[in-house]
């Protein structure tokens, strides 16, 4: 008869959810990968659906980069599904349950404090013996050193991100100058505009303020707006800078992952207070001017932060 053995697997992991758009996915691609570099950990990256109905529901980073390793999840059912839903309720109820779920699964969330704060504490859970086995981090992650310091290691996962390949860019205008100075201007409106209570929609004035510094700083300028959607862009933005103006009707028909790669062709921006517009200035090469909007309001309990010192704050106003 044989004997009874025990198998214990002693490798941890960190565990991190790729949920929202891209833009979100960006940040919480590098936050894992920072962290798992930094404990010597594998890194286990998994998406979690958005509804269909989502404007961002096409969005995938995956379609960026064909080496990184992503899993799905699967629908949880039957039995479990319905304890899940319990521990999800009494969560929400009481915070002594959702302290006690949290440490029994490994759970960490996003502190807020600067990145190598954050990872000593991610660290000490991380060492604690014997479980949990994998640390789930959840949070936005949104702290721009995350991605600062993988560009500076160059760790090999973010080789594929950092050599992304612009595709031709969008068109400006047939009869456009080619000594034009073009500034690529996005606009977020789709899920935003939907959920007015959750996330501001920055009105005219700050696109107004935008541009003006823009022309000051540039007298043969020429903005390229793109948004997912173009009909309210025209609207929104000042009339005395539409006749400068190329609006892309393309832009709201396309995948995000191919607008950012012909996005990040361009070397100045003018940004929305979306991670989106963000990761289009972040990934273009040697970009000369970018202009964004303070304070950066997307309603979160911690904020965007750690912006690069060369680019412009302009303060932001949003439609009441």
């Not at 991605?147 to 612009?166: C, G, M, N, T, W």
Request: aromatic letters at 12%; hydrophobic letters at 40%.
């Amino acid at each position: 008869m044989g004997g009874f053995k025990l198998r214990f697997n002693p490798q941890r992991k960190i565990a991190i959810d790729l949920a929202g758009g891209i833009g979100n996915q960006f940040f919480r691609y590098f936050a894992g990968l920072v962290v798992a570099e930094k404990l010597n950990a594998p890194l286990r990256v998994y998406f979690t659906e958005l509804d269909r109905s989502h404007s961002q529901f096409n969005s995938r980073i995956t379609d960026l980069s064909t080496d990184l390793q992503v899993e799905y999840k699967t629908p949880i059912k039957g039995l479990r599904s319905f304890f899940v839903r319990v521990v999800s309720f009494l969560t929400y109820k009481f915070r002594v349950v959702e302290y006690c779920r949290d440490k029994v699964m490994g759970i960490y969330k996003e502190s807020g404090q600067d990145l190598q704060h954050e990872i000593e504490a991610i660290e000490r859970l991380y060492r604690r013996f014997p479980y949990p086995r994998t640390i789930h981090l959840r949070g936005h992650f949104q702290d721009l050193n995350y991605f600062h310091y993988a560009k500076e290691v160059r760790l090999p996962q973010v080789k594929a991100f950092s050599e992304i390949v612009p595709l031709e860019p969008l068109k400006v205008s047939k009869v456009l100058d080619i000594d034009k100075k073009i500034c690529l201007v996005h606009v977020r409106r789709g899920d935003f505009k939907n959920h007015k209570s959750d996330i501001g929609l920055l009105d005219s004035e700050y696109y107004r303020r935008a541009m003006s510094l823009f022309v000051r700083k540039h007298a043969n300028s020429h903005f390229l707006v793109i948004s997912d959607d173009i009909a309210e862009c025209k609207k929104l933005l000042p009339i005395e800078f539409q006749s400068i103006s190329t609006f892309s009707e393309e832009s709201q028909l396309m995948n995000p992952a191919e607008l950012l790669q012909k996005s990040i062709a361009f070397k100045s921006f003018i940004l929305s207070n979306s991670t989106y517009s963000l990761w289009i200035a972040l990934l273009a090469k040697d970009p000369s001017t970018v202009i964004y909007p303070s304070p950066y309001n997307l309603d979160l309990d911690v904020s965007v932060r750690s912006f690069p010192q060369d680019w412009i704050a302009v303060q932001s106003s949003f439609l009441s």
